[in-house]
């Protein structure tokens, strides 16, 4: 028997990497040191590689954001409830928000990768649903879940990047020149579960259209 046969029999074999592996490295370094340390590096030390190496199972970093949404996502429950459709679209709304909101680090990737995630793609297939069983139809149903997509996104970035019990609504309440924009920002403070009554104006808007 050679000396490279007996190597290649005592050596281990290289690690095979899932999607799964590689999302949960990248989504452990965002929570841990926030969005603005995610890089090939980190991962590949999160997972004791190689950075090189880390590269036979994903192309850049742009590539390991897309999986950290669709990892993120991917516990989202797609079956609307027996309600009526207003209710069926608030349940399928919150728990995107939810799984969300588990990993603040992470929201900026939702709007910029939105498109590559199958997770949410699968969301947005079981609002249409919804949409086109209450009767929703052409243009209607794409201004629809455009408006719930661009409510769900923005409300969720700007509760975790600028709530409105942050600093920067602190700021506005204490507007001089503007003295509605103050008075706004004030009564925002306090104001109760600010995600779903605004949720239920989208609907309601929906509803009428």
Not at 13 to 29: I, K, W
Not at 53 to 61: G, W
Not at 94 to 112: G, K, Q, S, Y
């Amino acid at each position: 028997m050679s000396v490279c046969r007996t190597l290649s029999s005592t050596m281990p074999r290289p690690r095979s990497l899932t999607p799964e592996d590689l999302a949960a490295a990248a989504l452990a370094v965002i929570d841990r040191a926030g969005l603005a340390d995610l890089s090939m590096r980190a991962v590949a030390q999160e997972l004791g590689m190689g950075t090189m190496s880390l590269y036979r199972y994903v192309p850049d970093k742009t590539g390991l954001e897309a999986l950290v949404v669709d990892h993120v996502l991917s516990t989202v429950d797609t079956r609307p409830p027996a309600a009526d459709w207003p209710d069926q679209v608030t349940a399928l709304v919150h728990r995107v928000r939810d799984a969300i909101a588990a990993h603040p680090n992470a929201v900026p990737l939702t709007m910029t990768h939105r498109h590559r995630s199958p997770a949410l793609l699968r969301w947005s297939e079981a609002v249409l649903e919804v949409l086109a069983q209450a009767g929703f139809r052409g243009e209607r149903r794409v201004v629809a879940l455009r408006a719930l997509l661009g409510y769900l996104i923005g409300a969720v970035q700007l509760e975790h990047l600028g709530p409105l019990s942050g600093p920067g609504t602190a700021a506005m309440a204490a507007q001089s020149e503007f003295p509605l924009l103050a008075e706004t920002a004030t009564a925002g403070l306090g104001v109760p579960d600010g995600f779903r009554r605004g949720l239920d104006v989208v609907l309601r808007g929906l509803d009428g259209s």
